[in-house]
């Protein structure tokens, strides 16, 4: 069984900065996708950024230039760095993994626990 464990959520001012950790942990073979979403209070689950093995990284218009992605393959960890924060940012936050736990096995979709982010005016 995977894990995703994330950390680095909390509370920060108008202009702050955070940086979120989501590791996975279990067996596992290789993970293609890793990405960012976020839920705020009575609205839906939306995408934050992505980066596939390899790929192009792939951010929300809101969240452009001001948050960057990146990725550990060692560590098995997505990273979102977060500056310049403003209200409209406060959320729970999710990991999601694609990955294979054997080399000739399916893909299987992942979420972590969500980690809240506080932004306040």
């Known amino acids: 069984q995977v894990q995703l464990v994330e950390s680095g959520g909390g509370l920060v001012q108008a202009g702050g900065s955070l940086r979120l950790s989501c590791a996975a942990s279990g067996s596992l073979f290789s993970i293609n996708f890793m990405g960012w979403y976020r839920q705020a209070p009575g609205k839906q689950r939306e995408l934050v950024a992505t980066i596939p093995s390899g790929g192009r990284t792939n951010y929300a218009d809101s969240v452009m230039v001001r948050f960057t992605i990146s990725r550990d393959n060692a560590k098995n960890t997505v990273y979102l760095q977060m500056n310049s924060l403003n209200p409209e940012d406060t959320a729970v936050y999710y990991c999601?993994?694609?990955?294979?736990?054997?080399?000739?096995?399916?893909?299987?979709?992942?979420w972590g626990q969500g980690t809240q982010v506080t932004v306040s005016s």
């Open positions: 999601n993994f694609t990955l294979h736990q054997k080399v000739d096995g399916p893909a299987f979709n992942y």
